[in-house]
């Protein structure tokens, strides 16, 4: 804190802590330190208290049985990594990490010989399956080339051999006897699919009646020629005769 200006007489003896002011002027004087120090020193910080004995813990007969197992438990992991560090060394590696990295890298190898292998196996399969159905596909056209061919040889054609080879009723594996006898009642039932004149009940054989032509043109030929009137010539004299060339005879 900064000096007042105002001039105050001060004791010659300068002590190590003293106020600048005397009187009722040194009552309005504070400092951060909070003031003089306390008689006696600062107070000592009271021991802290000691820590009692623990608490002693009670097992029960599950506890004592768990603590068993997991000391078990361990002893037998100890004992399994000691048997297989002898075994690693016996088979020649230094340590059983050695032992870990063979058996890895030997497993990888035979998942790599598999894997080629199963994609081998595939290959196969999808060719052989591709074979197959070539073959289904080819015995199905050579099944309906045959089919056909019976039919045209008892008369259907054109459309008619699409609508016969389409009622045709005979199992897959039906042979050129079946398929035969199946064709000839097919035949029996719809003779019109090989070529067998329509019956006048159909109304699909009658022939159709052509509308009469519209304004005199022709609907099924040419018109009738029509019988001439008068003698020849006639028509040219009359024609004369009226524009004033020729008179009428």
């Known amino acids: 804190m900064r000096r007042p200006t105002q001039h105050h007489n001060t004791p010659t003896i300068q002590s190590a802590w003293v106020h600048p002011y005397a009187g009722v002027p040194a009552l ?3 400092y951060n330190d909070g003031g003089d120090p306390p008689a006696g020193g600062a107070p000592s910080p009271q021991d802290p208290p000691k820590p009692g004995p623990p608490a002693q813990r009670t097992f029960t007969q599950d506890d004592l049985t768990a603590l068993a197992a997991k000391e078990k438990a361990q002893g037998e992991r100890a004992g399994a990594r000691a048997a297989l560090e002898k075994v690693a060394a016996d088979l020649g590696f230094s340590n059983l990490d050695d032992a870990k990295a063979f058996i890895e890298e030997g497993r990888k190898a035979k998942e790599a010989r598999l894997s080629e292998q ?45 609508d016969a080879v389409a009622l045709l009723r005979v199992p897959d594996d039906a042979d050129d006897t079946t398929i035969t006898e199946a064709a000839e009642a097919l035949k029996g039932r719809r003779g019109e699919l090989f070529g067998a004149a329509r019956t006048a009940a159909d109304p699909s054989a009658q022939t159709p009646q052509l509308p009469p032509a519209p304004s005199g043109a022709p609907a099924g030929g040419p018109p009738a020629r029509q019988t001439p009137t008068g003698k020849p010539g006639d028509r040219g004299r009359e024609m004369a005769r009226l524009r004033g060339h020729k008179p009428a005879a």
Not at 123 to 138: I, P
């Open 28 to 30: 309005g004087v504070f």
């Open 118 to 162: 199963e994609k081998k196996e595939r290959d196969l399969a999808d060719r052989e399956a591709r074979a197959d159905a070539r073959e289904k596909a080819a015995a199905e056209r050579e099944r309906i080339a045959n089919r056909r061919a019976i039919l045209v040889g008892l008369g259907a054609t054109g459309v008619d051999l699409e």
